[in-house]
């Protein structure tokens, strides 16, 4: 157990990052390592675990330009692959995998704005195929495949920069979008993740960067309804999250003036958080996957705002 620092993020002087901590915790064990970076450096960036294969898409790159490029990598070989391009160019643009398909959903376009964007990969073929649109533009938010079906939460709504106000499911049987209840605390920038049936909501912020949340909610799609959990220790926006063990793992966010270290674990079943070593290279705007009992930590900004990284940081407990 170690004591209390703050629950209030503050920056420390030699370095542009952000830690946060909560009274009391129980320190997770386990190590980092290092993979094969990327193969250029990005930011805003998804991740989806496909076939034993992680895949991620669009993002930010070094000139501060959305991009339409895509990568797989493969963690038997340590490699990374360029696959099909996106058909446009899109960041803050959630992965999901549900069943043998991948999908990209939404984003943000060069602009900012939000985009309706929906778009199937085809793994045998090479090539991204639309499929029907979202019910709105929406970017910036968080999706997680759960029951066959995807649940994207949050982010960006149809006018530039105003939240989005409503929970999406789309089922690929039936190939269509419904709404569904939104989320108590609407929010952009937070991350995502599914267990035991369950979504749950991490974080995120109300557009202001200065203005982060520590909630989470859960979202039962049997049911249509949303619950409240116990809040995260640190208050974080543009983080991502992964369920690796029965376990949700939340890493990094930002500030205005800082980005975050900090790596979390949430335990659905007791509904408690407990802190884990934190990340190597601090950074927001990250993908996060787990495959094969561990933890690959991709890209993202390494400082505040626009700022990019092609590091790839494996977690294994």
């Given at each position: 157990m170690r004591e209390a620092i703050s629950r209030q993020p503050s920056a420390l002087s030699a370095r542009s990052f952000l830690f946060v901590a909560v009274a009391s915790y129980v320190l997770i064990p386990g190590q980092w390592s290092t993979a094969?970076?990327?193969?250029?450096?990005?930011?805003?960036?998804?991740?989806?675990?496909?076939?034993?294969?992680?895949?991620?898409?669009?993002?930010?790159?070094?000139?501060?330009?959305?991009?339409?490029?895509?990568?797989?990598?493969?963690?038997?070989?340590?490699?990374?692959?360029?696959?099909?391009d996106l058909p446009g160019a899109r960041h803050h643009m959630p992965l999901a995998a549900a069943g043998d398909t991948l999908y990209a959903i939404g984003g943000l376009l060069g602009d900012f704005s939000p985009a309706a964007d929906f778009w199937l990969y085809r793994e045998d073929k090479n090539v991204w195929e639309p499929r029907p649109s979202l019910p709105a533009a929406r970017g910036a938010s968080a999706a997680a495949a759960v029951g066959g079906s995807i649940v994207v939460v949050g982010g960006l709504g149809p006018a530039r920069f105003a939240l989005a106000d409503s929970t999406l499911i789309y089922d690929p049987a039936t190939n269509r979008w419904r709404a569904a209840a939104p989320p108590p605390t609407r929010r952009d920038h937070l991350a995502a993740a599914a267990s035991g049936g369950i979504i749950y909501a991490i974080g995120g912020r109300p557009v202001n960067p200065d203005a982060n949340f520590d909630v989470v909610e859960a979202f039962d799609p049997t049911t249509g309804r949303w619950s409240t959990r116990a809040p995260m220790p640190s208050r974080r926006g543009g983080l991502e999250a992964a369920l690796l063990e029965g376990k949700i793992h939340a890493f990094g966010g930002e500030t205005r003036s800082g980005v975050f270290p900090n790596h979390e674990v949430y335990d659905p079943k007791t509904d408690r958080w407990s802190a884990a070593p934190a990340l190597p290279t601090p950074r927001h705007g990250l993908a996060v996957a787990a495959v094969g009992g561990r933890i690959y930590v991709i890209g993202g900004g390494p400082h505040a705002g626009f700022a990019q990284t092609s590091v790839v940081e494996i977690f294994t407990p």
């Open positions: 094969v970076s990327l193969p250029e450096r990005l930011q805003e960036l998804h991740a989806a675990v496909l076939h034993g294969k992680i895949y991620v898409a669009g993002g930010i790159d070094s000139a501060n330009t959305a991009v339409a490029r895509a990568y797989r990598y493969d963690p038997a070989g340590n490699r990374w692959e360029r696959i099909a």
